[in-house]
């Protein structure tokens, strides 16, 4: 008896030569890959599509700088909860502003110290309060100019 030399089994999975790859299956994953990302390029527009638009009518949105919160003392011992915007005149004074804002507080509590509640009753209250916030803007950052001084709250207790 002759014994027969040992063969190598054959793979389980052989590997696919190039007359055996499906080229319909790379198809479909390349297709689907552009799909995919066609979907997330239009709902990139779907979303920022409003505000280009409005962009467009109305410029850019203007360089607010908000300050803190504030609590101040009036003359009569009142107290004035103020929450302020200041549009700047330039978009590259936003970063002085923010970085001062403490400081234009605290001139701001100044100038506020002087009024009496009075002063701030209807619509020369508002204007005083603002005129406030400009001088203290613009005196602690010279060379600013300050477009538009926006009261958002402003309550006399």
């Known amino acids: 008896m002759m014994r027969q030399p040992m063969r190598a089994a054959p793979p389980l999975h052989p590997l696919p030569t190039s007359e055996h790859r499906d080229p319909v299956g790379f198809l479909v994953i390349v297709f689907s ?3 995919a990302l066609t979907l997330l390029g239009g709902g990139y527009v ?3 599509a409003p505000r280009w638009a409005v962009e467009a009518r109305m410029g850019p949105a203007p360089p607010y700088a908000l300050l803190p919160d504030m609590s101040l003392t009036l003359g009569e011992g009142r107290v004035v909860d103020l929450r302020v ?3 700047m ?4 004074d936003l970063p002085a502003v923010n ?7 605290d001139r701001l509590v ?3 110290a002087e009024l009496e509640p009075a002063d701030l009753q209807g619509v020369e209250g508002a204007g005083r309060v603002k005129r406030a916030v400009e001088a203290a803007v613009e ?10 001084v926006l ?3 402003m309550i006399v207790r």
Do not use: N, P
Not at 89 to 92: E, P, T, V
């Open 99 to 105: 970085a001062r804002a403490d400081r234009i507080a």
């Open 110 to 112: 100044d100038r506020m």
């Open 85 to 87: 915007r200041v549009e």
């Open 33 to 35: 890959v552009l799909l």
């Open 151 to 153: 009261v958002d709250v």
């Open 46 to 48: 779907a979303w920022h």
């Open 89 to 92: 005149a330039k978009r590259s």
């Open 139 to 148: 005196r602690e950052l010279r060379g600013t100019t300050v477009r538009k």
